[in-house]
């Protein structure tokens, strides 16, 4: 190759000052370069004094990036120098290539850095393959052993921490997460979630300022023993959930009273929808069915009733959904609703149709009450007004308010009747200015018919609303209050959380929060998920802080 070529191909190639290229040999599969290096001299490795004596040379291969999906090989010349110092025990040494290849490695520094980034990403078996794609042949353990030399990476001072733990094996082992939670960074990963292991993290990193963490002994512990000086933060999120498990027991308790409620309202409430169906509202006025559309609607009804009657035989009989299904000719999704409803669905109209007679509503409705209840006369006034619509509409509309009210049918679900505490909980613990109307008034009916309820949702919403506009200050205030209450079960709760006042109020003041950990617990499952969750703790670890 003339100088020229030389130096092209070496900037081409990006080497290092002073190493050149000197033979390009390229084949289908593979790229095959010569290189050596220039340097007249060469500093010995144990003296650090230059020499310019050559004793030989020996050759050397190692892989480099690929090129073009080629891979590409460097013959590396490597020099052997003979050290001049007289008292330097290195007689003879080999020159190094800082800043392409490291001593005895089987790969340039440059491909190394790219195989560890696809194992952080990808894994061993993924990254391999991806490796592969692009031209670089490895395996996994290569690639993992790679990944396992990265550095860990510098942890910078972290003053909010988050505590919490994560199951390697449901209900069978858990390890601890590490959060910085002004960062929102995985800083550590542990392998148990003793207090001991984590407490010494803790004592290794003094500066930490605060600790959120669940209310378990074992993080207590930890924080206080291993980080004396931080103020320790209980878990907002864990407090909740805390809560609702309590609330869930009193609800459960209350239940049967709940539901015993039913018979005596559902008449009230019967007698009040009767009374108030003498006559529509303009809202509320719609036009009588016709005749014949009404017998469609009974007929395809009954059919369907039918149908459940048959679901529910066999199902009793011992089919399972699928079978029933199956053999009904229904789909299994249409099935699971139906016998979970408990009945057939009704097409009942839960809208009104618009009509041209809307407008003219008012002034009919007004005129039926001052007696005029003919038809026609009604239609010719309004007629006079502007409307557009035939008698054939005004009769079907007097006709609705000439008709005897309808029989009301029970739904077959009620509200009480479909009662789930854990549901019930939900409604309990939510911003009530966040329910639908309709919530609103399941949550009004169980606290109508329960007083403990009624009791235990005003002690709830005032623990929720303290702890949603970060009142600790009230917390004395509820604890009382809870006292008062004689509900068992809220003071026993109330009692824990006394046991741990200063880290409660901290929590119920402070805007820190484990929230933050519940999305990197959700990033670790990926990640070990994605190693089919037989990644051991190293190498989990590995991929999340370098990732991180
Ligand atoms: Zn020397």
Redesign the pocket.
């Known amino acids: 190759m003339d100088p020229r070529e030389i130096a092209l191909f070496s900037r081409v190639f990006h080497l290092p000052a002073e190493i050149t290229m000197t033979s390009v040999d390229p084949s289908p599969t593979e790229l095959v370069m010569g290189v050596a290096c220039q340097a007249p001299c060469m500093e010995?490795p144990?003296?650090?004094?230059p020499?310019a004596r050559i004793h030989g040379s020996y050759q050397r291969t190692v892989a480099d990036l690929p090129c073009a999906g080629r891979n590409v090989i460097l013959v590396l010349t490597v020099r052997k120098f003979v050290?001049g110092?007289p008292t330097?025990p290195?007689r003879i040494?080999t020159e190094r290539l800082p800043g392409l290849v490291d001593s005895y490695a089987r790969m340039t520094s440059r491909l190394i850095a790219l195989v560890q980034a696809l194992g952080l990403v990808a894994g061993g078996q993924m990254g391999t393959r991806q490796a592969d794609r692009t031209g670089i042949a490895s395996t996994p353990s290569t690639l993992l052993r790679h990944l396992m030399q990265l550095p860990a990476p510098l942890t910078r001072a972290v003053r909010v921490l988050g505590v919490d733990d994560f199951a390697w094996k449901k209900r069978f082992t858990y390890g601890t997460i590490l959060v910085d939670l002004e960062r929102r960074k995985i800083i550590d990963v542990l392998p148990d979630r003793e207090s001991a292991t984590v407490e010494a993290w803790l004592k290794e990193h003094p500066e930490v300022e605060f600790v959120s963490r669940d209310r378990g002994k074992d993080f207590t512990k930890a924080a206080t023993m291993g980080a004396p000086q931080a103020q320790q933060v209980v878990d907002r999120f864990h407090v909740v959930k805390n809560l609702s498990e309590v609330l869930q027991e009193i609800l459960g308790h209350c239940r049967a009273e709940i539901r015993q409620g039913e018979a005596a309202v559902s008449e009230f409430e019967k007698a009040a929808e009767e009374r108030a169906r003498g006559l529509p509202t303009v809202a509320t006025w719609q036009q009588r069915t016709p005749a014949h559309v009404k017998k469609a609607h009974q007929a395809r009804q009954a059919s369907r009733d039918d149908r459940y009657q048959q679901m529910a035989t066999l199902r009793a009989q011992g089919l399972t959904q699928r079978e029933v299904a199956k053999r009904m000719g229904m789909s299994e999704r249409a099935v699971r609703t139906w016998l979970k409803r408990g009945a057939a669905p009704t097409n009942e109209r839960h809208f009104r149709r618009r009509s041209v007679f809307d407008p003219y509503a008012a002034y009919v409705l007004e005129r039926w009450q001052d007696g005029i209840h003919e038809a026609r006369q009604l239609y010719e006034e309004i007629q006079a007004q502007g409307f557009s619509g035939t008698v054939r509409i005004v009769q079907r509309f007097v006709q609705a308010l000439r008709d005897k009210p309808e029989k009301i049918t029970l739904a077959p679900a009620t509200g009480a009747d479909r009662f789930s505490s854990k549901t019930a909980t939900w409604l309990f613990i939510r911003d009530p200015n966040q329910l639908t109307t309709q919530k609103q008034a399941e949550l009004e009916l169980i606290c109508q018919r329960s007083e403990t309820a009624r009791k235990t949702y005003a002690l709830t919403q005032q623990f929720m609303s303290m702890l949603r506009l970060r009142r600790g200050q009230d917390f004395e205030l509820w604890l009382s209050a809870v006292e008062a209450s004689s509900i068992p079960q809220l003071r026993r709760f109330a009692q824990g959380l006394l046991k741990d006042k200063n880290a409660v109020v901290a929590g119920l003041t402070l805007s820190y929060s484990n929230g933050p950990i519940e999305a990197q617990v959700h990033k670790l499952k990926l990640v070990k998920c994605s190693m089919y969750g037989r990644a051991k703790l190293p190498l989990l670890r590995q991929r999340l802080l370098h990732a991180a």
């Open positions: 010995c144990e003296c650090h004094q020499s050290c110092t330097c290195r040494f």
